[in-house]
Nanobody
Framework: VQLQASGGGLVQAGDSLRLSCAAS????????VGWFRRAPGKDREFVGA????????NYADSVEGRFTISRDNAKNTVYLQMNNLKPDDTAVYYC???????????????WGQGTQVTVSS
């Protein structure tokens, strides 16, 4: 499975962005997908995840209520809708796919290249 994240950009605090994670491979619909981010000088951080069917999601406390993950398996794409963005959300965002619906990065086998999100105050 190959993943490509896109949709990042420079926005102001309070704005919204939608990131996409497009996948190649016939088995993508069987994988859980996680979103992670890495801010400058910080460790990689779990943002949220969605199970293979899209029926179950999980979010980090820092984004709960502001971010929403969804997926369209017919399009082999997972989305991260980010609303009410804050400067602390500035980071490179990565999507990852794996067999298990977990919050730990090492649980995911396939990673996209990342897309930069910058939120100005």
């Amino acid at each position: 499975v190959q993943l490509q994240a896109s949709g990042g950009g420079l926005v102001q605090a309070g704005d919204s962005l939608r990131l996409s994670c497009a996948a190649s491979g016939r088995t993508f619909s069987s994988y859980a997908v996680g979103w992670f981010r890495r801010a400058p000088g910080k460790d990689r951080e779990f943002v949220g995840a969605i199970n293979w069917s899209g029926r179950t999601t999980n979010y980090a406390d820092s984004v709960e209520g502001r971010f929403t993950i969804s997926r369209d398996n017919a399009k082999n794409t997972v989305y991260l809708q980010m609303n009410n963005l804050k400067p602390d959300d500035t980071a490179v965002y990565y999507c990852a796919a794996g067999d298990h619906f977990l919050v730990t990065a090492h649980s995911y086998d396939y990673w996209g290249q990342g897309t930069q999100v910058t939120v100005s105050s």
